[in-house]
């Protein structure tokens, strides 16, 4: 029991030594304090914003809910991806540019009816009386498919920029992009 209270005894005269020496630097310590604590916040927010999880959560409760149109949604932020790709000055970015808007189309075939066991027969599928540059889609289709298969193919900023006008006049021909 003597032991305890030399133990305590010595804590406090730890706690006023301590105490007298901390006492005068307690404001500049909060400050600090509060600027960590207000950097961390911050990167748990950004890393959060930055992040697919908040995306897709809204979009998740969106689609529960019954709100909104997602898919357009989804759609418009995949033209905006491609848009950016075929803005860069590298030719791998064009030919990915072009393979997601090949993808966007053939989601939107899919989700328009057209079924079909691999993407060239839904592009077969396609008519004039779904799309009035059926024909077009289909070679660009075709370019797409040379992209995918061919490592060493080569096209010029131009030729992408061309296919992905066929791509956004068929997008806008089907009421999912607008400018």
Known sequence: MQ???KAVEYILIFREIAGSILRP???????IALIVSGIFIWGSVYSIAKSEWLRSRREYYMDFLGMGDVGRWRQLRAWKQIKKRVQ????????????EADKLMDDTIKTSGFRADTTDERFKQITTSFLSDAEVIQNVHKIRNRIAQEPDFVITHDQALEILRTYKKAFQDLGLVDY
């Open 3 to 5: 032991w305890i209270d």
């Open 25 to 31: 630097a307690i404001p500049t310590l909060e400050w």
């Open 88 to 99: 860069s000055h590298d030719i791998q970015n064009w030919k990915l540019a072009i393979l």
